[in-house]
């Protein structure tokens, strides 16, 4: 079973540029999330899907975050402009039924 | 490539022995639990969950063990090898869309 892919894997911004990142979810998954994690700290969670519904951002900073997952599948995240403190790694996952979560390798961004 | 265990807390522990790595959780009211494995590098990788009407559960060299009064889960590793080196974080998973909620991580170093 393929697992979750994302893409890219590293990406290097300026500040105030805008970037987009991909996921791909288990075929099926119904759930999928998007976290991100900081150095030196635990994932945490932007945005839940069910199928192509949101339902929890309480912790997406939509100002500047934004996320779809147009059919239910694929979906992708997006910050503009980004800012220093957006460096970090953003996970997806994604889920059957709510339980267990399968992680894809992260993409790793780095804000200058 | 760039730990993400940076400023994370360590246990070292030489090979063969045993590991427990421990958790506080915040939320009594979280009905399932969790425990990753994550690697450099790479995204969290699940290795047991349990839920909150156990106090234990047992898989292949690992147990997991909850104590609901004062809120503390901790990860038993029998026979700690050199591949179990790595983060560990605990989740915790509540309210009506399942949000899971990751603990700050422990580092093991596992020194052969």
């Known amino acids: 079973e393929a697992g979750v892919a994302q893409s890219p894997r590293y990406k290097i911004i300026e500040k105030r540029q805008s970037v987009a990142f991909w996921c791909n979810p288990i075929?099926?998954?119904?759930?999928l999330y998007w976290y991100q994690q900081i150095l030196g700290q635990g994932p945490k969670l932007l945005i839940q899907f069910q199928n192509n519904g949101v339902v929890d951002d309480s912790q997406l900073p939509k100002d500047r975050f934004s996320a779809e997952r147009l059919k239910g599948v694929d979906s992708t995240l997006k910050i503009q402009p980004a800012k220093l403190e957006d460096s970090a790694v953003y996970l997806c996952a994604s889920s059957p039924q709510g339980n267990e979560q399968f992680f894809g390798p992260g993409t790793r961004l780095t804000v200058l | 490539g760039e730990s993400v265990g940076l400023h994370l807390p360590t246990l070292s522990v030489q090979e063969g022995d045993n590991s427990i790595i421990n958790c506080a959780y915040s939320?009594?009211?979280?009905?399932?639990f969790i425990w990753y494995k994550q690697e450099s590098g790479k995204g969290p990788q699940f290795i047991i969950d349990i839920r909150s009407n156990m106090d234990k559960r047992q898989g292949q060299r690992v147990t997991v063990l909850l104590n609901k009064t004062v809120k503390h889960l901790s990860l038993q590793i029998a026979a700690t090898q050199p591949g179990d080196s790595a983060v560990y974080f605990c989740a915790e998973r509540s309210g009506g869309y399942q949000k899971v909620t990751f603990g700050t991580g422990t580092k093991l170093q596992v020194i052969p």
């Open positions: 939320n009594s009211a979280s009905d399932y």
């Open positions: 075929s099926g998954h119904a759930t």
